[in-house]
């Protein structure tokens, strides 16, 4: 064997050895968990890892209740996770600006996800997120046996919470964006959300829901200052705000999600629609808000996308729902529970008007404006101070004249 010979069969001996680690390094991450961020924490994380268990396909959760700066640290960091699942889509959209996602074409059935919830209208363009759990807002609970006349109720009898682990301000929001609703409809509605010229914040349509919930603050300053204080959940290990106690508020202004606040006395809430208790009301129903929770994939791990596919599939949504007695913005998914369980899963899925929530889908430095500026208005009508809504919305609108032209469009808030 000649020495040219040998080196040869040296150099061969050490390309097969670095392919081989090179196969060891992508079988080993190829191995590697599928690593999920999201919203679900305590019992309801539990749950949803049962559910993901049940796919096959292994896996990491992390839920927190700031999943939003949660990601953005990952993401900074260059260590996002496979999946993120996330509160709306005004963050989604900017990550899907950087293309930091990865489109979903393929990974679910477009028609079983109608609007608003679906956001692409053929399979042609690409999809970056998915609802995997939907909550219906422009409500109001009350306790089973004192359904409340179709007129406004003064602020006392309000069940109002405004703290939170996460985002705070957005029980309020809820107020305002549910007012632009029924008083506007769907079409001002949704132009508002999307940043539309043609409403601004400033604008009559924004400035008098805006004014009319500011009214109903300013009805009790004692009320007031109790709901800035209190937690939207109610006290720890208690049974929501709605049931914290037989005498005070008696209504809550809350999305669907509230009943896992109730616990045990979640058989005995009732709901109606929103409209006719509203301040400066009664109004019809123009449509219905409503918000989910949309997972969204960053890696382009075939693992990952299998376990998108599953999740949102009919099979993946009806386990999940059973599991953790919530709901899906699918289609094919029926509420085979009680009847304010059907009520709430026909204004999801039916006939009728539904409008994503507009904060979830205004950009997240416009989102973040407005909570603030619900939070003084609270503030200063709990103090008895000048609430200066124009000076509120001329602000919220500086901000929104900073934003620039997302090129992931949101092309649907509400359905029509």
């Given at each position: ?111 079983e996800y ?6 692409v ?37 309000w ?36 940043g539309d ?8 349509q ?7 919930w ?6 009790d ?67 219905h ?30 386990k ?28 999801l ?36 101070e ?21 090129r ?9």
């Open positions: 064997m000649t020495r040219r010979f040998k080196v040869l069969v040296l150099l061969a001996a050490l390309l097969l050895v670095c392919a081989g680690g090179m196969v060891a390094v992508w079988s080993e991450r190829d191995d590697e968990p599928v690593t999920i961020l999201g919203p679900w924490t305590d019992k309801q994380g539990e749950q949803f890892e049962e559910v993901l268990r049940s796919f096959g396909i292994p896996f990491e959760y992390q839920g927190t209740a700031a999943q939003r700066e949660v990601l953005l640290s990952k993401v900074q960091s260059g260590e996002p996770p496979d999946i993120a699942i996330m509160p709306g889509v005004g963050e989604l959209a900017e990550y899907a600006d950087q293309d930091l996602l990865k489109p979903l074409n393929d990974l679910y059935a477009v028609e109608g609007a608003p919830w679906n956001p209208s053929t399979s042609r363009e690409d999809a970056y997120w998915v609802p995997v759990k939907a909550d219906l807002k422009s409500i109001v609970w009350y306790r089973e046996g004192e359904r409340p006349a179709n007129s406004p109720a003064p602020l006392p009898r069940c109002i919470g405004m703290g939170d682990d996460g985002a705070s301000g957005w029980p309020g929001s809820d107020w305002i964006e549910d007012l632009v609703l029924q008083r506007e409809g769907p079409e001002v509605y949704g132009k508002w959300a999307l010229a043609a409403v601004p914040w400033t604008g009559k924004v400035r008098e829901a805006w004014e009319a500011a009214g109903l603050l300013q009805q300053q004692a009320a007031a200052g109790h709901a800035l204080r209190t937690d939207h959940r109610g006290p720890p290990g208690a049974y929501g705000l709605l049931f914290e106690g037989e005498e005070g508020c008696a209504l809550e202004h809350q999305g669907s999600f509230a009943r896992s606040f109730y616990g045990d006395k979640g058989r005995r809430a009732g709901l109606m629609d929103s409209a006719p208790l509203l301040p400066g009301g009664g109004y019809e129903v123009r449509a808000e409503v918000t989910g929770d949309f997972a969204a994939l960053f890696s382009d791990r075939p693992r990952a996308g299998d376990l998108i596919e599953r999740l949102a599939s009919r099979e993946g949504q009806r999940w729902a059973e599991a953790a007695d919530v709901f899906s913005a699918n289609r094919r998914v029926r509420a085979e529970r009680g009847p304010v369980e059907e009520q709430i899963a026909r204004r899925t039916g006939p009728g008007p539904r409008c994503l929530d507009a904060s979830d889908v205004m950009p997240p430095a416009v989102r973040d404006a407005f909570y603030e500026a619900v939070l003084l208005t609270i503030a200063r009508a709990a103090a008895g000048d609430l200066d809504v124009p000076g509120l919305l001329a602000d919220v609108q500086d901000v929104a004249g900073t934003q620039t032209d997302r992931v469009s949101l092309k649907t808030v509400c359905s029509t």
